[in-house]
């Protein structure tokens, strides 16, 4: 787990090392452990080094193949190496280190490109061919570790982070509207810009190649998800061994470190199967918990902290439990920090994924997390059940993106922005970057109840897992701290695709009985707690029941609370000064006074938007007006 950062000048300009040292700087708190450069003429990769496998000087990037050819900057663990290190011995490879990264440069040398569809891990990889003189960038099947890229026609500058991009004398620095637009409907960005102008993130599972020819720049996707084709002949028995078996297979090879390796306990199930399998092999894991003063919280944000279920999973697993309690205090000192790193808005109140990340950084390098569980075994029953009697796809994409609308829908967008700022974006654009994300797979039918459903765990694979992986990559990494995600291993994730969504979801008949075509097919909200069946089934002999049992919580501060509560000056504080507010560039703070009003009167919860404000507000600040953090 590291950073990386290059410069390709297509146009034959020498690349500056004083210019990549500045870049590497930015990425520092990526890779502590040292610090790797090369430079060849037109070409400079540079390299910040978190060691997690063989952390002696051999594992040191960038590393070059034996004959010389291909070069390689690598971020992320491939789980599998040491399967395809003993291939490739047999071909006659010999090797120097006991590094995955020497592993993917002679892999690549012996097979070519191709070769990176072999790697069982997360990676963002850069790799020059000095032979044919391209550069070649990719990133692993599902998007957990970034990679940026700004292109100007003549040079391309990519990194792990945006920050580093910053860095180049030739970027100008501006809003992408259209990604703001984006934002502000969903939460997230669906489309692979971001807010600054130009730059754009690699999508998962794409492959980018620039030679000296280059005129634009063209993404090659290598793997997508298939939900589709479900295998309806495999019994609920044979496939909750299954995924039992998988489960522990994909944990057992994610323990492979040369350094300290911990696990976040939350108290649900996902982060408790990972930690019952992981105490296999670390007798006395470290686990680690955030929760939150309840003090001052009331109404159904008063079970928000999980420390009572997670010191019984803990006293259960018999692990090393180390806790870390949040007050409303804390969002003011690290909202700015939090920004700074993330520099990529999106999903959700994530403040607390930043606290437990620095907590568990002080006693391991590594950390096993539970995301992805939901999303491949259906952990969302209440979203799939408002579209599953959708009768046509327009009817499907009519209900589900008024859902996906988590912020401010498409007709409050002319109260929401600024006259200038509306001059440069459409409102429709939203809608269709939403069903793009659809279109773009062509094997996904709208016909049955079934077939919604995993058309929305497509969606929700393709864009909010994504989303979750960003915030996780950047906030660990804040900390010197590599995740890892147990439940996206290939092999668990080929075979989740084909569990029939009967077996995930234990009330999806009842539901499909209840459809009356006589009846408005806009269903309220109801509220559900039956996803996850095979999942929670096949981990019934490692966890207590209590935990199988739960329902279904996510990790997240009461902020409904804190914001009408202790929290409320600093809201009104940074969104309502005049003399201050940087984003009323783009927002009108009468919209968003609207907003504070109406959450602290207690009319609307509107915790999400609020959130999103004040990150947006720190953005401006950061990175259009220099503030230091």
Known sequence: MCGLAGIFNLHQKPVSDGLLKKMGEKLAHRGPDGEGLYVDRNIGLVHKRLAILDVSERGVQPMSSKDGRYTLVFNGCIYNYIKLRQELRSCGHVFHSDTDTEVIVEGISCFGIDYIKRLNGMFAISCWDSTEERLFLARDRFGIKPLYYWFN???????????????????????????????????????????????????????????????????????????????????????????ERLMERAVAKQMVSDVPVGSYLSGGMDSGTITAIATNYVPRISTFTCGFDMSEVTGYEANYDERRDAELMANHFKTEHFEQVINAGDLRWSLPKLVYHLEDLRVGMSYPNYYIARLASKFVKVCLQGTGGDELFGGYPWRYYRIFDSLSQQNFFDQYYSFWQRLVPDDSKTELFQTSALRQMSLEEPRTVFERVFTFNDQLGYKTPEQHI???????????????????????????LEERFPFMDNDLVDFAQKVPVRYKLGNLQREIDKIDENVSKKMQYRSFDDGKKILREAMKGYIPKKIIDRKKQGFSAPDESWYRGENASYVRELLLNKKDTISAEFIKPAYIEKIVREHTEQQINHRLLIWSFMNFEWWCRIFLNGHKV
Do not use: C
């Open 153 to 243: 026609g003549k040079t391309i500058v990519f990194a792990s982070e945006t920050k580093a991009i910053l860095e180049h004398p030739d970027y100008q620095i501006g809003v992408n509207l259209g990604a703001l637009n984006e934002y502000f409907t969903f939460q997230n960005l669906f489309s692979f810009r971001t807010l600054f102008q130009d730059i754009a993130m690699l999508p998962p599972a794409n492959t980018l190649v620039v030679d000296k020819h280059m005129k634009k720049i063209t993404h090659n996707s290598w793997w997508d998800y298939d939900f589709s084709k479900p295998d309806e002949s495999i019994t609920f028995e044979d496939a909750k061994l299954e995924t």
């Open 454 to 480: 995993q058309n929305s765990l497509y969606f929700e694979a393709k864009t909010f897992l994504p989303g979750l992986f960003l915030v996780g990559d950047k906030l660990a990494m804040a900390n010197g």
